[in-house]
């Protein structure tokens, strides 16, 4: 590269200035075709969105559109329900992912070893993947209606509650809907990702392993577990980060409510934008949501790196 | 210490049958070499003795208790794997401690243990290593190291040996032999690699198609293999076999090769102690397989030889191998002495009717 640099520099002096001004610009031409996309499809719109936070954009007011500084994230501070939809985002997105992948983990563990029809039974865990968000939410919330769906009988048969009641309008309860609609429609995508990575565990360290005198738990908490480890930083990184800013099954579940104990914060974003059509507010919102999840993706990447730096 | 008996194992995997039923018995302190080629079932023999597999029938009983039902981890038996099976995540150290550690054996026996194998085996300075962090050598040496710090009651090794290069391969070959010595370990050890039989082996089985071929001392196996794929499988170059015709009549006995050769088998007899008469047994006229080692040749013999024709010549350095054609046979002659013979250059060849091995041409046994 400096040879390069250096030869066309050499011979500068000779070269008309059109030519010389090309040579000059011909490194950053070879990258622009990469740097133009990323600028048009991801900065502009990423500076757009979060310019608008500091503006007072409002779709019903004309007038609207002017410099606020910081005064959307003053409100902010002292929103009692902002407050509460981050405590639901982190209720919503702990019981669903913990939950998620526990299930997932059990389901990836026993497709691992080999009986009949596990094809079959591999394509059936992996069903609810492949049914639409929205589709699944309006399942879901039937599924809960005790007009239409048998869920609530049950419950009360088991003697679990004390009347056939919608667990969606119970306002202390109602979290537990749109959280259990996730929890089917996610396990798959633990499912699939670990049972990928228990197949590439090389099966004679569980036969070395049980050879030096380790039972079936031992080999899973000695072998299995720091196996998995690097792909279960990862995916729960993922699915954490999706999952917070998922709001699809609320919004079809519950919209948020029963007086907005429902509401996480994506959805809340959601409720500003398009129900109260303030979009400077949302953006606000959004950017402390985006802040929060950049610091909680660092933290899991740092951790997984020491994970596999261990390995 | 113990010994292990065998007895009429059998393996199936649906309607493929793996083992025909074996029988062995491995004395206490005894290195047992399970030699074959490639799915002849040693391996499976091996892991069901580890209790990696399940026996379809039969007995495995070690020290006298049936072990047929005894998952791996209460066998007490230690295995050394092809592959080595380390565990990546613990450093060399933790993986040779992992099996005292889950039988929580106290600290300051786990480090006495671990520091007597490391020396045994020089990995004192690799401790903390993880094992990517090692050549291919010294992961085999951990993973020996794995196996020697539990005292187990048997070692088993899968073809321990078979990815390294040869030179390495050579050294840890001598070592295991050493450490047999020092350990008197009862040992069972597999391998396709019939110089690792032949050096390691105070008793070798040679195994094919799921059957026992031969059990024996290597020398036995050299000197007097059973059958045909024992004599063709033990030694290197491989025994020349040439297909001929068993005669005899009351005075003396022969071998009429391909165009009336004719090779005198009376000192074959008298080696083999049989008489002359007995082994009329073997009918006048069958079809039999003359079976020769090409170290047993002898090259210029002076009278009495025969005139072969040099085919090709392949120096090893320690000696010469020369392929020979003598009327329609070819075969292979190897000797120590560097031949100054050219391809197409007539030799005189003997060979001695005390080397030589006859097997039944149809099924292979040995006859003579």
């Given amino acids: 590269m400096s040879l390069v640099a250096s030869s066309s520099r050499h011979i500068s002096g000779q070269r008309p200035l059109l030519q010389r001004l090309a040579m000059a610009s011909e490194p950053y031409l070879y990258v622009a075709p990469a740097l133009i996309l990323i600028v048009a499809v991801m900065l502009v719109p990423l500076v757009l969105g979060l310019s608008y936070a500091f503006r007072d954009v409002r779709l019903l007011n004309p007038f609207s559109g002017g410099f606020v500084g910081l005064d959307h994230f003053r409100v902010l501070a002292s929103d009692v329900a902002f407050a509460r939809a981050l405590k639901n985002t982190l209720l919503w997105a702990g019981a669903s992912v913990s939950l998620q992948f526990t299930f997932g983990l059990i389901l990836a563990l026993l497709l691992d070893r080999p009986f009949r029809g596990r094809a079959i039974a591999q394509a059936l865990v992996f069903l609810p993947w492949a049914v639409p968000s929205f589709l699944s939410g309006l399942n879901w919330a039937w599924m809960f209606n005790p007009v239409v769906g048998p869920l609530p009988h049950w419950a009360f048969a088991l003697g679990l509650t004390s009347a056939p009641t919608n667990l969606l309008s119970d306002p202390t309860m109602a979290m537990w809907g749109p959280i259990i609609a996730n929890v089917w429609w996610g396990i798959p995508f633990f499912a699939i990702t670990l049972l990928a990575a228990l197949q590439a565990i090389p099966r004679d360290l569980y036969e070395a392993a049980s050879i030096d005198g380790a039972n079936a738990v031992q080999r899973f908490l000695s072998i299995t577990l720091p196996f998995l480890a690097p792909t279960i930083a990862i995916t729960v990184l993922l699915r954490t980060v999706w999952i917070a800013n998922f709001a699809d099954l609320i919004i079809v579940m519950t919209n948020g409510g029963p ?7 994506a959805s809340y974003i959601f409720t500003q934008a398009f129900r109260r059509l303030d979009f400077g507010y949302a953006s606000a919102i959004a950017v402390v949501l985006l802040v929060l999840l950049m610091t909680y993706s660092l933290l899991i990447v740092l951790l997984r790196q020491s994970l596999l730096r261990r390995a | 210490m113990a010994s292990i008996d065998i007895v009429g194992i059998r393996k199936a995997y649906g309607a493929l049958q793996i083992l025909h039923g074996i029988d062995l018995t491995i004395r206490d302190g ?4 399970l030699v074959g080629p490639s799915g002849c079932g040693k391996s499976t023999l091996l892991r069901m003795i580890a209790g990696l597999e399940d026996i379809s029938a039969g007995e495995i009983r070690i020290d006298g208790r049936r072990v047929n039902d005894l998952p791996p981890r209460d066998r007490d038996i230690a295995m050394v794997f092809q592959s080595y099976a380390l565990y990546p995540h613990m450093t060399v150290a ?13 600290r300051e026996k786990i480090a006495a243990a671990i520091d007597g194998a490391a020396s045994i085996l020089g990995l004192n300075t690799l401790m903390e290593r993880r094992p990517k962090a090692l050549s291919g050598g010294q992961r085999q040496r951990v993973a020996m190291g794995r196996a020697i710090v539990r005292a187990p009651k048997a070692f088993l090794f899968d073809e321990p040996l078979s990815n390294l290069d040869a030179r390495l391969r050579e050294q840890m070959r001598g070592e295991i032999k050493k450490l047999h010595h020092s350990l008197s370990a009862t040992s069972v050890y597999v391998t396709h690699d019939q110089i690792e039989a032949m050096t390691l082996a105070d008793r070798i089985v040679a195994l094919n198609g799921g059957v026992v071929q031969q059990v024996g001392t290597p020398l036995d196996l050299y000197d007097r293999p059973a059958n045909l794929f024992v004599a063709g499988f033990i030694g290197s170059p491989a025994m020349n076999m040439i297909e001929g015709r068993y005669r005899s009549d009351r005075v003396s006995a022969w071998v009429e090769l391909a165009e009336g050769l004719i090779l005198p088998l009376h000192k074959t007899l008298q080696r083999a102690g049989i008489d002359e008469e007995e082994a009329a047994d073997v009918e006048d006229g069958a079809a039999v397989t003359i079976g020769i080692r090409p170290e047993h040749i002898f090259l210029d013999p002076g009278v009495g030889g025969f005139e072969a024709t040099v085919e090709l010549i392949e120096p090893t350095g320690l ?10 046979v070819s075969f292979k002659a190897f000797s120590l002495e560097r031949s100054d013979a050219a391809i197409g250059d007539r030799l005189s ?3 001695p009717p005390e080397r030589l091995h006859a097997f039944d041409a149809a099924d292979g046994v040995r006859l003579i």
């Fill in chain 2, 319 to 328: 000696g010469t191998i020369l392929h020979l054609r003598l009327g329609g």
């Fill in chain 1, 259 to 265: 007086a907005d104990r429902t509401q996480i914060v």
């Fill in chain 2, 94 to 106: 933790e993986n040779m401690s992992y099996s005292l550690r889950l039988r929580k054996t106290g």
């Fill in chain 2, 30 to 33: 005894e290195f047992i070499v």
């Fill in chain 2, 349 to 351: 060849v003997s060979l």
